[in-house]
């Protein structure tokens, strides 16, 4: 870049974050603004794994692999598959020196690529309301605290709801017809032994013929989080006159809505520390993509909102932000730079997008006994990601000395 841009990265999460890392240095300093308190100011959610072909290259390049290897759980690979009366259909267990796709909690990546960023580069406690294009390029900026900004370049690392996006598409989230209900057990070993039993050291799936499906993982400090999920309307809770706020009333909906269900696997269902998250699966057309417009972009689930099916949300986040870092401390313009980048983004996105999302509605299909919809093969999985890891890396190579 021949000069030094104003770069505004919207959203602090794994993907601003990381883009933030890499930019530095290159000698750029751009500012992160998040509508969050701090960094460690709401529950971040569960675990991640991060995968060889994705998120750990943006790790590599941005220096942070061995702060990430003393936090990463190889053993978290593992993985079991039941079905709904608690029988093992399937299982997988990581050699020691398997690091094709270790397990880290959201909230430790997340505080982890914040230390790494030079005090001050974080503006907490800045909701974007608006972003409007000042007709050369730049875009004025404003924040619910009433701070104005201008930059040269907008970085949409935002999110589901993304408040840059509209600004290049008018494509917004669909409801995937599932919903899943977040729920955590505490000092799972010694409170929940039954439950340790069954997800062991790393996540477990167990689902129906009916589209009902537990999904549980273990986290650091002996914690097990997951959801329970079950096709529904988005709104499934005020039909069914439950209130979510109301740990009794949720149970009784899920041991009726789950009455298939072995008293083995019902724990899963009732015994939670915490109360129930609702969430829900949202995803973006795909393949998406848009027209070129000077100084704006996006990048994680901004730009390719998918099912969690595959756990590629995230990987292809910290890829986008690696990537594009890397277009602009090697283009002279940021539209050469932002061109760069989403001419690899978006065919990339869009093929596992497409891919997470019908994997996502066949899982929670009605299918029968004889046919059910399995999980990946984990064991060909972990060969793949580092098969496409030793790709990535030889094509890098060869750019850097074409």
Known sequence: MTTTPRI?????????????RILQQHGTEPTVYDADAAVNSRDPGGTLDLHADAGQIALEDAG???AFMALARIEGQAMTRRDHHGSVLAEYIPAEDDTAAPEIDRGQLRTLLFEHLKPGTVRWGHKLLQVTPAGDGTHHLEFANGTRVQADMVIGADGAWSKVRPLLTDAAPQYLGVCFLDVRFDDVD??????AALVGDGHMFANDNDGRAVIVQRNSNNMVRGYIAFRAKAEWHTEAGVGLADRDAVRAFL????????????????DNDSDYIPRSFWALPAPLTWSHLPGVTLIGDAAHLMAPFGGHGTNLALLDAAELAHAIAKEDTIDKAITR????????????????NNALRGFFATTSPDAPHLPPDHAQEHKNYMARAAEYRRRQAEADHA
């Open 8 to 20: 505004a990265i919207i959203g602090g999460g794994p993907a601003g974050l990381m883009c933030a």
């Open 64 to 66: 942070l692999m061995d």
């Open 190 to 195: 010694t409170r929940h032994p039954e439950i």
């Open 255 to 270: 041991l009726r809505e789950f009455s298939g269900w072995s008293a083995t696997m019902r724990p899963l269902l009732t």
């Open 341 to 356: 980048y989403e001419a690899t983004m978006f065919p990339r996105s869009g093929e596992l997008a497409t891919s997470s």
